[in-house]
């Protein structure tokens, strides 16, 4: 069965450095979501893409967040500089077809010193 | 501005009775409805997507209603099961600003005790 997969699973930084995670949606999905979920919250999408076109990014805080999808397949979420308040689980899901279901990744976990 | 609430935020039950989830949103104008599992560490799985039109979806020992009028939906575990033991986030489907958008309740942590 094909699973949207997400690199890397962890990542421990300290505050002010870079990081940056990567996505793969399921072949053939046009829609790709960004979520940010805090310990013990529901996620909350930071952005959505159809195709290489951001369709949703309010939620992105832009001053230190950006993200990606070059060629309308996979994406990459970046953060610069880190803060410690960015520590939290970063969700990748995709959705096409006829459903309306989103797939989820197994996420990455980010935690930020 | 769509909320969504989850209620009790945990639960824990003996294995083999019946359980029931909650969940309420604030604005009936949804697209559709999920419920969503999470196990510790890890991304969502989808149990069950129902449509606006719809009253309810089943899928083996799960059933979720929905009366969109009300704002409420229920999850319903029959003959629960070790496991069963997860987080169980219900979220809903609505257009903002044009774009439709899934947003989240903050989950139910749901134990079942062997």
């Known amino acids: 069965e094909a699973e949207v997969a997400q690199s890397p699973r962890y990542k421990i930084t300290e505050k002010s450095q870079a990081v940056a995670f990567w996505c793969d949606p399921i072949s053939g999905h046009a829609t790709l979501y960004w979520y940010r979920q805090i310990l013990g919250q529901g996620p909350e999408l930071l952005v959505q893409?159809?195709?290489?076109?951001?369709?949703?990014d309010s939620q992105l805080p832009k001053d230190r967040f950006s993200a990606e999808r070059l060629k309308g397949v996979d994406s990459t979420l970046k953060i610069q500089p880190a803060e410690l308040g960015d520590s939290a689980m970063y969700l990748c899901?995709?959705?096409?077809?006829?459903?309306?279901?989103?797939?989820f990744g197994p996420g990455t976990r980010l935690t930020v010193l | 501005k769509q909320e969504v609430t989850q209620i009790p935020a945990a639960l824990s039950v003996p294995e083999g009775e019946n359980l029931v989830l909650n969940c309420s949103f604030t604005?009936?104008?949804?697209?559709?409805l999920q419920w969503f599992r999470q196990d510790p560490g890890k991304g969502l799985t989808s149990l069950l997507l129902?449509?606006?039109?719809?009253r309810e979806q089943t899928s083996g020992r799960l059933n979720a209603s929905l009366d969109k009028s009300s704002g409420r939906s229920t999850l319903y575990i029959a003959a629960s099961q070790p496991g069963d033991s997860a987080t169980y986030l219900c979220a809903v489907e609505a257009s903002e600003f044009g774009n439709e958008k899934l947003t989240f309740g903050t989950g139910t942590r749901l134990t079942i005790i062997p």
């Open positions: 893409f159809q195709d290489e076109s951001v369709v949703d």
């Open positions: 129902i449509q606006s039109s719809q």
């Open positions: 604005d009936s104008a949804i697209y559709n």
């Open positions: 899901a995709s959705s096409g077809g006829s459903s309306d279901t989103q797939y």
